[in-house]
């Protein structure tokens, strides 16, 4: 193979590989919920102070296992993703009043609360502990 052909391919390969990744992430928050949400919620605002990363969530059927970074602002539940999943995944600001519950559930690894973003809007699962700590919880 001649020396060109090999340096197309080890510049392409790596650009190949993240524009596939991009395209991943991008679906994921499509079919999740993430991007519809994004286009009300989406926040410029700096991460609230204590943010707790590394967490469970899920936004519909799209599971954020360990990527999810969850903070309690005054003025809203605060979502973001880690870095590496972040095409697709702006950081998100929803306001109180946007949340309502709708269950509490126990699994293999915990409990977890199942909340409804804004009317007919997606159902975000969070660890039970996590929801505990949000201002104002009992």
């Known amino acids: 193979m001649p020396t060109y052909a090999i340096v197309i391919v080890l510049v392409a390969m790596p650009v190949v590989f993240v524009g596939f990744w991009s395209l991943v992430c ?6 999740g919920g993430w991007a519809g949400l994004a286009r009300r919620f989406r926040t410029e605002a700096e991460e609230p102070p204590g943010a707790e990363g590394g967490l469970f969530g899920m936004v519909g059927p799209t599971s954020y296992r360990g990527v999810l970074q969850v903070g309690f602002a005054e003025d809203g539940l605060d979502l973001r993703v880690m870095a590496l999943f972040r095409p697709g995944h702006p950081p998100l600001r929803i306001p109180w009043s946007a949340i309502r519950m709708e269950g509490e ?6 409990s977890s609360v199942r909340l409804r973003i804004g ?3 997606p159902l975000l699962r969070l660890p039970g502990e996590v929801w505990a700590r949000r201002p104002g919880a009992r």
């Open 119 to 121: 009317e007919g809007g």
């Open 26 to 31: 991008w679906l994921l928050a499509l079919v």
């Open 105 to 110: 559930g126990r699994g293999l690894f915990g």
